[in-house]
C-alpha cells in the first residue's frame, strides 16, 4: 500500500497560480499511474487529471485542459498539479490518489488516496 499526502493549496484570487504536491510513500510510487481529483461542498468527486507511470503522458478533464499541468518526479515520489488562471469554479477539495485498474477517470479504479488539500478561488 502506498501512503498519499496532499499539499500546497490555499486561497487564491481568479486567474491565479497554485501548484499542489503529493507526497508517496510505502508502495514503489513508480508502480502506480496517479491521478488528481477534486470535490466541491454538495457535488461528486469528479476527475481532474491523471498521469502515467513514468511520466510519458497525462490525460486531463475538458475543464482543465489547457489551464492545469500534472508531472511527477519518481525519484522524490511526488507528483505536482499545476494550476494556472484559476476560475472560482476549481474551488474545491483536491486529492491524489493511485490507479489501480479500470477507467482512470472513475474513482472506483483507485485504491489510495490522500486526505485532500483545500483549495479556494476567489472572484
Known amino acids: 500500500q502506498v501512503q498519499l499526502v496532499e499539499s500546497g493549496g490555499g486561497l487564491v484570487q481568479a486567474g491565479g497560480s497554485l501548484r499542489l504536491s503529493c507526497s508517496g510513500s510505502g508502495r514503489t510510487f513508480s508502480s502506480n499511474h496517479m491521478g488528481w481529483f477534486r470535490q466541491a461542498p454538495g457535488k461528486e468527486r469528479e476527475f481532474v487529471a491523471i498521469i502515467w507511470k513514468h511520466g510519458g503522458g497525462a490525460n486531463y478533464a475538458d475543464s482543465v485542459k489547457g489551464r492545469f499541468t500534472i508531472s511527477r518526479d519518481n525519484a522524490k515520489s511526488t507528483m505536482y498539479l499545476q494550476m494556472n488562471s484559476l476560475k472560482p469554479e476549481d474551488t474545491a477539495t483536491y486529492f491524489c490518489?493511485?490507479?489501480?485498474?479500470?477507467?482512470?477517470?472513475?474513482?472506483?479504479?483507485?485504491?489510495?488516496w490522500g486526505q485532500g488539500t483545500q483549495v479556494t478561488v476567489s472572484s
Open positions: 490518489a493511485s490507479h489501480y485498474r479500470g477507467d482512470v477517470s472513475r474513482r472506483e479504479s483507485y485504491d489510495n
